[in-house]
C-alpha cells in the first residue's frame, strides 16, 4: 500500500551497528504498529503506539526501540544488530474509527551479519 | 494467550476449482477474525474481516465462515485463478478486544492451469 512507505527497503549490516528503520504513513491513522517476520514464524509484534505519546512493547521487544516523532511517523531502531535479527520487518497502520483493519507497508528486508 | 493453527503445508489446486484454507484457534472466544492476503515480498493485504454474531461473509469470490463452537474459520476461493496463488493469514484480536492481532503463520495456495 503506497499510503505506508518504508525506508529502506533493504539493508545489510554487521553484528554490533545501530541502524533505524523508518516508516511514514498519508493515511491519517493514529495507530502504527513494527512487526518481523521470519519464515515458520508468521508475523510477530515488536512494538506498538496508539498516539504520539504512547509506546507500547509486543511480544519481543528486547533488542529494539522505538520513536514516535509525530502522528505519521514511527521509526525502529536496533541498537546492537545481532544476526538473529536478520528478517523481513513490516509497518502497520490502523485507524480507531475502523479500528480492527491494519494496513501494511512494503517492508524491509534486513540482513545482519 | 491465543493461540492460532494454519496449516503450514502448501495447498496446490487445479484453476477454476474451489479453494479452502483453515484457521484453527484456541484458549479464548475472539470477538471477530480477518483473513490477509500476503504475496512474496510483500506486506499484508486485508480480505475480509467477519464477527462472532455472523456466521458467513462473502467479496466477491471470498467467502469466509466462522463457527465459534469448533474455534475455526474457514476461507474459500471459488473459481480460483492462478492470480489467487499467495499466502493466507489469519488474525485475531487479544481477548477483551483492541487493535494488538495475533496472526497465524499462514498457508500458501497455488492455483494451476
Known amino acids: 500500500d503506497a499510503d505506508v512507505t518504508q525506508t529502506p527497503r533493504n539493508r545489510i549490516t554487521k553484528t554490533g551497528k545501530r541502524i533505524m528503520l523508518e516508516c511514514s504513513q498519508t493515511?491519517?491513522?493514529?495507530?502504527m504498529y513494527w512487526y518481523r517476520q521470519d519464515p515458520g514464524l508468521g508475523l510477530r509484534l515488536i512494538y506498538y503506539?496508539?498516539?504520539?505519546?504512547?509506546?507500547n512493547k509486543g511480544e519481543i521487544s528486547d533488542g529494539y526501540s522505538v520513536s514516535r516523532q509525530a502522528q505519521a511517523k514511527f521509526s525502529l531502531s536496533l541498537e546492537s544488530a545481532i544476526p538473529n535479527q536478520t528478517a523481513l520487518y513490516f509497518c502497520?497502520?490502523?485507524?480507531?474509527?475502523?479500528?480492527?483493519?491494519?494496513?501494511f507497508g512494503p517492508g524491509t528486508r534486513l540482513l545482519v551479519l | 494467550s491465543q493461540k492460532i493453527e494454519q496449516n503450514s503445508e502448501a495447498l496446490n489446486i487445479q484453476e477454476g476449482k474451489t479453494a479452502t484454507l483453515t484457521c484453527n484457534y484456541t484458549?479464548?472466544?475472539?470477538?471477530?477474525l480477518q483473513w490477509y492476503r500476503q504475496d512474496p515480498g510483500r506486506g499484508p493485504v486485508f480480505l475480509l474481516l467477519?464477527?462472532?454474531?455472523?456466521k458467513e461473509k462473502r467479496k466477491e469470490r471470498l467467502k469466509v465462515t466462522f463457527d465459534t463452537t469448533l474455534k475455526q474459520s474457514l476461507f474459500h476461493i471459488t473459481a480460483s485463478q492462478p492470480a489467487d496463488s499467495a499466502t493466507y493469514l489469519c488474525?485475531?484480536?487479544?481477548?477483551?478486544?483492541?487493535?494488538?492481532?495475533?496472526f497465524g503463520t499462514g498457508t500458501q495456495l497455488k492455483v494451476e492451469l
Open positions: 467477519i464477527r462472532e454474531n455472523e
Open positions: 503506539s496508539f498516539d504520539v505519546k504512547d509506546i
Open positions: 493515511k491519517g491513522h493514529d495507530r
Open positions: 488474525a485475531l484480536p487479544p481477548p477483551g478486544g483492541g487493535n494488538k492481532l495475533t
Open positions: 502497520a497502520t490502523s485507524d480507531r474509527t475502523s479500528q480492527e483493519t491494519q494496513y
Open positions: 484458549n479464548y472466544s475472539p470477538a471477530y
